[in-house]
């Protein structure tokens, strides 16, 4: 933690938790590395696909704090932690390796690689909630729409929306990270406890 004297105030700057995914693994050159191809063709690679998505959802969470969208930043932090929580938990659990808790080994001496799909497909619910939020939080922020979407460019019109509209995009965004909190925290007390993730 640094500390910086502006006269007699003690200003503490603390590293965020989402900036320990930026790097290594979790960093953009494995973006877009994930999904149902992987958990279907390449499901050896998905330690390193959930490690992607979970760099990708921490940028994303990352767009909702101190920024120009007026998401609640108590939600917001919250959001962080739960899923900095999460994350760890996943990286303390996969030292195990093959053969344990996420890739049990079947009678055939295989292993199963049905957990891992299971999870990651609970992360993709996480990960499309945290994305699509962003769509009624920017449409919030830019305040306005576009009155006929077909009109040439020197045409075009646009029309503030009303405070009725704006709440309710709000609310539509604000639910949307309330949920992936909800699944944030049922997934954690799932790998807690070890219960079957199939």
């Not at 590395?33 to 958990?39: A, D, E, L, P, V």
């Not at 050896?44 to 101190?66: C, K």
């Not at 659990?93 to 609970?122: R, T, V």
């Amino acid at each position: 933690m640094e500390q910086a004297f502006s006269g007699e105030k003690v200003i503490k700057k603390e590293e965020r938790k989402s900036e320990k995914y930026q790097t290594g693994f979790f960093s953009t050159s494995y973006a877009g590395n994930w999904g149902s191809k992987i958990r279907e063709n390449q499901p050896d690679q998905l330690h390193y696909a959930i490690m992607a998505r979970i760099g990708h959802v921490s940028r994303r969470i990352d767009s909702y704090i101190n920024t120009g969208y007026k998401v609640d930043q108590s939600l917001a932090l919250n959001l962080e932690n739960s899923f900095d929580e999460l994350a760890q938990l996943y990286l303390e659990i996969s030292k195990e390796g093959s053969g344990k808790y996420l890739e049990p080994l079947k009678e055939d001496g295989h292993y199963s690689y049905e957990p891992m799909k299971a999870l990651d497909e609970k992360l993709e619910e996480i990960h499309d909630l945290i994305i699509k939020a962003e769509e009624p939080f920017f449409t919030e922020r830019e305040g306005k729409f576009l009155v006929d979407p077909n009109a040439k460019l020197n045409e075009a019109k646009y029309q503030d929306y009303s405070e009725g509209e704006k709440k309710d995009l709000h609310e539509q965004g604000t639910t949307m990270l309330q949920s992936a909190v909800s699944k944030i925290k049922d997934l954690k007390n799932i790998l807690e406890s070890r219960a079957s993730l199939v």
